[in-house]
């Protein structure tokens, strides 16, 4: 579905520690993922994408899971940074489809 | 190399007013859409547009239309302002409009309407 809610859910975690994203996507029918970095006052910036024929795709200390079963996905951040602290949308999308269906977003804080 | 480029920054307008908003996609990239950001909320998918035709189309009303140019720029007018029309607009584009093409998004335009 479309994404709702008013309520950003949110993570904080200790500088250095990994960090675990989820996102639930909605439609069995989608079959590329990507993930999003949204600073404050900023549009969203591209972290990783994967396809449904992966499970695992990682990238430079980021790691995005994917599992079809349960239509669950979900952003692994290693090591985190004070410069991770921001809004992460995961986004799914169709190969013939035009446009890109957002989470719901969930606000990553650092504790130094 | 640079990014998407989106114009004004920030508009203030009243209500009733019309908007237009411009987009200056990635080099290269022939494709453009137009996305909603309400605060606190995800991008909603408002156009897309893939050499000068409309591709796609969310559920906005009629009050929203866009169009894009031979150079691959794009603008996005809304007419009637409504206090919800206030919002974060965001143009993303890629080389190619579906398929497994990465969007890359701009730095949104931040209208109010009062």
């Known amino acids: 579905g479309e994404s709702v809610g008013l309520h950003l859910p949110t993570l904080s975690v200790q500088e250095g520690d990994n960090s675990i994203i989820n996102c639930a996507y909605s439609?069995?029918?989608?079959?590329?993922f990507i993930w999003y970095k949204q600073e404050s006052g900023k549009g969203p910036q591209f972290i990783i994408d994967?396809?449904?024929?992966?499970d695992k795709r990682q990238g430079q200390r980021v790691t995005v899971l994917l599992n079809k079963t349960v239509k669950h996905l979900s952003l692994q951040i290693a090591a985190t940074q004070p410069g991770d602290s921001a809004v992460y949308f995961c986004?799914?999308?169709?190969?013939?489809?035009?446009?890109?269906?957002f989470g719901q977003g969930t606000r990553l804080t650092i504790n130094p | 190399d640079a990014g998407v480029t989106q114009s004004p920054t920030h508009l203030i307008k009243t209500r009733g007013q019309q908007v237009t908003l411009r987009c200056s996609p990635i080099?290269?990239?022939?494709?453009v859409s137009w996305y909603q950001q309400v605060l606190g909320q995800g991008p909603q998918f408002i156009f897309q547009?893939?050499?000068?035709?409309?591709?796609g189309r969310g559920n906005f009303p009629d009050r929203f239309s866009a169009r894009q140019f031979p150079n691959y720029s794009s603008e996005l007018n809304v007419n009637a302002l409504l206090l919800g029309d206030s919002a974060l607009y965001l143009c993303?584009?890629?080389?190619?409009?579906?398929?497994?093409?990465?969007?890359?998004f701009g730095p949104g335009t931040r209208l109010l309407v009062l």
């Open positions: 994967i396809r449904s024929n992966m």
């Open positions: 993303a584009s890629s080389s190619t409009p579906g398929g497994y093409e990465t969007q890359y």
């Open positions: 986004a799914e999308t169709a190969k013939l489809a035009q446009k890109l269906v």
């Open positions: 547009y893939y050499e000068k035709e409309e591709r």
């Open positions: 080099s290269g990239h022939k494709s």
């Open positions: 439609n069995s029918a989608s079959d590329y």
